[in-house]
């Protein structure tokens, strides 16, 4: 709209309030010439204001990019410490496991380096002091040395994590969590560095062992955040990240690790420090690309801050231009206002043929209704004059959503909302709507005013894209569970058998909706379990079982940072659905109701379908076994309401079972 149709809007507003006055005075062509002339002042001060309003955005956005160059520069500053505080603590492990034969004057060097860099003082100096003279003296062992410094490490990353939380910028934001994964792999790589240092460097056994499990636990963690991190990238950093990955020591550095976590062996020719040199550089690499991470930050955040200088500065200019020409126009406002009343009636015009109109009085009854109303509904305007819209009120629509529409323009207040409606043939559309209470001169309602735009076709559509999302979720489900070699129908039957207690439960319409499409994400951990653990014909031992469980946190991770209420419930199924009603399930040993009821019912789904399969550990139980072991985990594994809903229904599940046997 240009700036004299917005004059001649205003203008004759003006001059319709004029009309309704009956002081004579008021009406004469006169005092109307006058008093569009006084109005001319208007769009300077609308103007004004909106430049002034303008400005203090700016000042704002100026002030947010200096708190987010200030995140940045801390953030920098946490990577920075993180990767000195990982350097240390391979050298500590190190020279302890060795009992202070190897290491001590790299470990004395980097000691400076790292407390140098604690400009910040987020590590405890009094707290890190008394570690080191116990590992100089050494008086504590590799293992709790290696806890030490990986706590103050996750404080750190806690500390960055909470910084990037607050960023509202979505390109910073995005990076930051793409850093955030890759920070992750880094610091996995450097528990590993710690651990198989210090089983190099140790020639006793049970410490070997207390570090296996480190070694593994910092594996499974580094395949997850590696395949997140990949995900995350743009394309010129997954260049990069992909010529590290393929460079000479870092996949060394990789068939060195898997070798040992998952073959269980390593080349005996590896020594301490030819582990320690060819890991550390390894992650120097990774913390190269830290660097160019935020280089590329810091690029943009300067870039936007120069560009916000320049928009402030030529708004300005545009300001005094605007002015300018705002005075020059002023005395051509009357023969504009002659000329806009005719364009703006045809802008009503426009928006008549556009949209679904109609119009009714105090009392709620049609007084107009325009041709595409007819049109869409099938009535005529005889047929509409005269009558509620109740006429057209679509069965399905609940009559709560129409006593608040009359709750809220009755007292002088827009509604607005999806409506469904039935035709007169008795079809259906559906209506974004729009109803405007109007004011007369006294504030008094004299009719309201309804404005639709018909949305059929795109809530059809939605309705598609919500099937096809659930197809998606259950082929996901499909992928993680066919890495198992005898899975068959598990996720379409765990999915239905969810359904059966969801629907008998005290669940709203949306829960059963949501939970019904996560449920088949229960076990999408696993793609982080390695097939030798997965599909091993045998029962696990404590390593490969403690490798297994961590496929809930795996799953867990996956969804957590989603806002999406499918995604939420998603990782509330993978995260809980082993945790046992009366507290021994894993991985947090959740007992009764704070176990969240997605993952109290597939415990038992899964239950149920895990024993009527069979699977490459165990053959097929018959229904009595399975019946009397539920029993039995009444009020133990399973929650006692859905044990009797399962078997107050046990024909639907039985009947599932049978309709999709593998």
Not at 62 to 88: M, R
Request: proline letters at 2%.
């Amino acid at each position: 709209m240009s700036l004299l149709h917005f004059l001649a809007i205003i203008k004759y507003v003006y001059i319709t309030k004029i009309t309704f006055r009956k002081n004579k005075l008021m009406k004469t062509s006169k005092n109307i010439i006058y008093k569009l002339k006084l109005l001319s002042i208007l769009p300077m001060i609308v103007l004004s204001i909106a430049f002034i309003l303008f400005s203090i955005h700016s000042y704002h956005t100026l002030n947010h990019l200096n708190g987010l160059k200030k995140d940045v520069a801390q953030s920098k500053e946490i990577a920075f410490i993180i990767n000195e505080l990982q350097i240390e603590r391979g050298l500590s492990v190190g020279y302890v496991a060795s009992k202070g034969s190897m290491y001590k004057d790299k470990l004395l060097k980097q000691r400076r380096i790292t407390n140098s860099v604690n400009v910040l003082n987020l590590i405890n100096k009094k707290q890190k002091k008394v570690i080191e003279n116990k590992i100089n003296i050494l008086s504590i062992s590799d293992i709790d040395v290696f806890n030490y410094y990986t706590f103050e490490i996750k404080k750190l990353l806690k500390k960055y994590m909470s910084l990037t939380t607050g960023v509202e910028n979505i390109f910073v934001k995005k990076n930051l969590q793409a850093y955030t994964n890759l920070s992750v792999l880094k610091e996995s790589l450097g528990q590993m560095r710690a651990a198989f240092n210090g089983i190099l460097s140790s020639a006793k056994e049970e410490k070997i062992e207390r570090f296996n499990y480190k070694m593994v636990y910092a594996k499974a963690i580094y395949d997850s955040s590696k395949e997140r991190f990949m995900i995350t990238l743009s394309p010129d950093i997954l260049n990069d990240f992909n010529a590290i990955v393929k460079s000479k020591k870092y996949s060394w550095v990789e068939s060195t690790i898997n070798n040992y976590t998952i073959n269980h062996t390593y080349d005996k020719n590896i020594t301490s420090f030819i582990w320690w040199k060819n890991i550390t550089t390894s992650i120097n690499m990774l913390f190269k690309l830290e660097r160019k991470y935020f280089l590329l930050i810091d690029t943009y955040v300067e870039d936007q801050f120069d560009s916000m200088i320049i928009e402030l500065s030529m708004n300005a200019l545009l300001f005094v231009i605007l002015l300018f020409a705002i005075l020059l126009l002023s005395s051509r406002i009357q023969d504009s206002i002659l000329r806009n009343i005719n364009m703006l009636n045809q802008y009503k015009d426009a928006v008549d043929r556009s949209s679904i109109v109609s119009k009714t009085d105090a009392k709620g009854l049609i007084t107009y209704a325009n041709d595409k109303f007819c049109e869409i509904s099938g009535y005529t305007l005889q047929e509409l004059l005269g009558k509620s819209h109740n006429m057209i009120r679509h069965v399905d629509m609940p009559k709560e959503i129409f006593s608040q529409m009359w709750k809220d323009i009755s007292q002088k207040k827009a509604w607005h909302g999806i409506v469904k409606n039935k035709k007169k043939d008795g079809g259906i559309y559906i209506v974004d709507a729009t109803i405007n209470p109007i004011l007369n001169h006294k504030n008094e309602i004299e009719e309201f005013i309804a404005i639709r735009n018909d949305i059929t076709e795109v809530y059809m559509l939605h309705k598609e894209l919500e099937e096809t999302q659930q197809d998606l979720i259950l082929r996901v489900g499909y992928i993680a569970e066919n890495r198992s070699i005898d899975t068959g129908d598990h996720v379409k039957r765990v999915t239905k058998y969810s359904e059966i207690f969801a629907k008998y439960s005290d669940l709203s319409k949306d829960e059963v909706m949501y939970f019904v499409m996560a449920s088949p994400m229960h076990d999408i951990g696993k793609i982080g379990i390695p097939d030798t653990i997965l599909n091993k014909p045998a029962k696990l031992n404590e390593e490969e079982w403690k490798v297994m469980k961590t496929h809930t946190d795996i799953g867990y991770d996956f969804f957590r940072d989603s806002d999406k209420p499918l995604f939420k419930a998603a990782a509330i199924i993978a995260y809980e659905h082993h945790e046992k009603y009366d507290g021994s399930g894993y991985p947090r040993g959740l007992k009764g109701d704070a176990i969240h009821i997605y993952g109290r019912i597939t415990a038992l789904a899964d239950v149920f379908d895990a024993l009527s399969t069979k699977r490459c550990y165990k053959s097929i139980w018959t229904d009595e076994k399975i019946f009397t072991l539920i029993k039995e985990e009444k009020g133990k594994h399973f929650d006692p309401q859905l044990v009797d809903i399962f078997f107050e229904h046990i024909d639907e599940f039985l009947a599932i079972r049978e309709q999709y046997n593998a």
